[in-house]
């Protein structure tokens, strides 16, 4: 058996504009996203049976439903391969938490896949088959700090890829992205703010903080869930230099240039029984991260 362990990294929104509905029910977009240093981790085997998923996380779908299942089933479809697929997901981000976690899992999938049956799939293919998965699967393919457009399939590096470190806050519940769209159809702007992020970035450097982050979603989000706007009130009073929700949420992000200040910070929040968690920016040169199971795996590679 051929086996592969891969870090499937968490992702969060450095901005966020919902543009109009598109014809296929999805609305386009214009952001910018950034792998961080949160992951998931996907053991991934090959056998000679069908396609089997498993998850320490009673809570995340295994069937046919699991972006993971989906990945794997689209990859094997299009290249015609007759293997039977095993995938272990340990669920270390929290789901519906608007960090990318179910879309980054499938794009290693995707990735592991590719390595593990030697097909020297491009990016470009494997994008192609990584959009009908999810709007925000073809990102995590390369990962890094991009400007995505579209209803996701526009992807622009953004170089050099700026550096950030991190407090990310899960408030214990989730938020639909379907439901979340639905909620914010009517507060479509025309106001063009988003476009400008490609060069708000100087040598890594961000030249407006507060153009950066703005997000559609937290005009709507924020009056739904109290909890939220007590979250990101002390994140700003204790400290970050920029606060915002990732996606549609749940999740708030701080970004902190002075590590005690941050260290402070996720004491109290940790305290008030917050899942919290520091971070910071990862480069799509560190994607993947994987490794094979044994000696003879790492030769075989």
Not at 221 to 235: G, H, N, V
Request: glycine share 8%; net charge positive; proline share 3%.
């Amino acid at each position: 058996m051929k086996s592969i362990r891969i870090k499937a990294f968490a992702k969060v929104n450095l901005g966020l504009r919902v543009l109009e509905k598109r014809k296929d029910g999805y609305h386009n977009i214009e952001t910018v996203l950034q792998t961080i240093s949160l992951f998931d981790q996907l053991d991934i085997s090959l056998d000679n049976q069908s396609i089997v998923i498993t998850a320490d996380n009673p809570e995340l779908a295994v069937d046919e439903t699991n972006l993971c299942y989906k990945a794997t089933k689209i990859l094997l479809e299009r290249t015609g391969q007759k293997r039977g697929v095993t995938i272990h997901i340990k669920k270390n981000l929290p789901i519906g938490a608007g960090l990318g976690g179910g879309s980054s899992d499938a794009a290693s999938v995707l990735t592991g896949l590719n390595l593990l049956l030697s097909l020297r799939l491009s990016t470009e293919e494997m994008r192609s088959m990584a959009l009908p998965i999810g709007s925000d699967v073809p990102f995590f393919i390369d990962g890094g700090t991009a400007f995505v457009s579209g209803r996701g399939e526009r992807i622009e590096p953004i170089i050099p890829e700026p550096f950030y470190n991190y407090l990310v806050v899960f408030p214990g519940f989730s938020i639909d992205t379907k439901w979340a769209y639905e909620k914010i159809k009517f507060l479509t702007k025309s106001k063009n703010y988003i476009k400008v992020l490609n060069y708000n970035f100087d040598a890594g450097v961000v030249k407006n903080g507060k153009m950066l982050i703005k997000n559609d979603f937290e005009e709507v989000m924020l009056k739904e869930y109290s909890e939220l706007k007590i979250i990101r009130r002390l994140l700003i009073l204790n400290g970050a230099a920029s606060v915002s929700l990732s996606g549609s949420g749940s999740s708030v992000y701080g970004i902190f240039d002075d590590k005690k200040k941050m260290d402070n910070t996720l004491t109290k929040l940790a305290e008030k029984g917050y899942w919290v968690k520091e971070a910071f920016s990862i480069k799509s040169s560190e994607i993947p991260q994987f490794s094979f199971k044994s000696k003879e795996e790492r030769e075989w590679k």
